[in-house]
């Protein structure tokens, strides 16, 4: 599986998927002198208790990436929505390469969101390297993905690099974590408006009180993950999972 594609790639070493700040810039550094091209994948919604699980696949230049740094690109969990919506349309403005890719209920609950995430990681990053393979006739094995995480993503046909914190360590990683942010925390708004009673707009990330407190009032509703609240509800003295309102 993964590993393997990773010793081949590597020959007599693999790179861990814990690193220190100069490691990851030393190994990432390697990987572009040994003429990789590098694609940064991340996921936005693992923790929400209501909606889908959101990726976004990214690819940047060297060039890209110290341009990106100049307006303060960072792990977008450090950043605030409107600075993370004012980054994006910079990076649309660019012209930077990306894709996304998501996982709805259904799948959530019957995959579990561990393999939700890697699923929407995985499709992600296949349709971004298919692009740079069809408009830039890029060979497959020349790419390599830094997947957000110490899991590396099963039955993927590209090289990986699972990194704990890739977000918070390389620039390209962190480009994706805001990508999936933002087209996830949208997405959300727009279901607001058919939830009105359960705020998703500003509901829509970790667990609130407010949240749970709504939840235990008025159970679930259609997009909401079951697994999830269940033991929010069963706190609140029920298990009201017949809601749908």
């Known amino acids: ?14 790179f861990e998927s814990r690193a220190t700040f100069e490691e990851a ?3 990432l550094k390697e990987l572009r002198d040994k003429g990789f091209y590098v694609i940064g994948t991340d996921e936005a ?9 959101m990726a976004a696949a990214v690819f940047l230049t060297p060039d890209q990436e110290l341009e990106l740094k100049k307006f303060k690109l960072r792990d977008s969990k450090k950043m605030t929505p409107k600075s993370r919506e004012k980054l994006f349309k910079i990076m649309q403005e660019m012209k930077i390469k990306f894709h996304i890719a998501h996982a709805g209920i259904k799948k959530i609950e019957r995959e ?9 990681m995985r499709r992600s990053s296949e349709l971004l390297a298919r692009d740079l393979e069809n408009n830039f006739k890029i060979s497959r094995e020349k ?27 390389l620039s390209v990683v ?3 974590s805001v990508v999936a942010k933002v087209m996830r925390d949208r997405l959300m708004k727009r279901l607001s408006k058919y939830y009105l009673k359960y705020d998703l707009a500003q ?14 009032d008025l159970g679930l509703s259609k997009i909401h993950r079951k697994s999830f609240c269940k033991k929010i509800l069963k706190r609140a003295g029920g298990e009201n999972f017949a ?3």
């Open 1 to 14: 599986m993964y590993i393997e594609r990773q010793m081949r790639f590597f020959n007599d070493r693999v």
């Open 25 to 27: 810039q030393e190994n």
């Open 45 to 53: 919604g693992r923790g929400a208790l209501a909606g889908p699980v």
């Open 112 to 120: 579990n969101i561990l393999n939700a995430s890697l699923y929407v």
């Open 143 to 169: 790419i390599c993905v830094i997947v957000d995480g110490n899991i590396g993503i099963n039955n993927f046909n590209f090289h990986q690099w699972p990194l704990i914190q890739a977000d918070n360590l």
């Open 174 to 176: 962190s480009a994706a």
């Open 203 to 216: 509901n829509k990330g970790y667990p609130t009180k407010k949240h749970c407190e709504v939840l235990a």
């Open 243 to 245: 809601g749908n309102k």
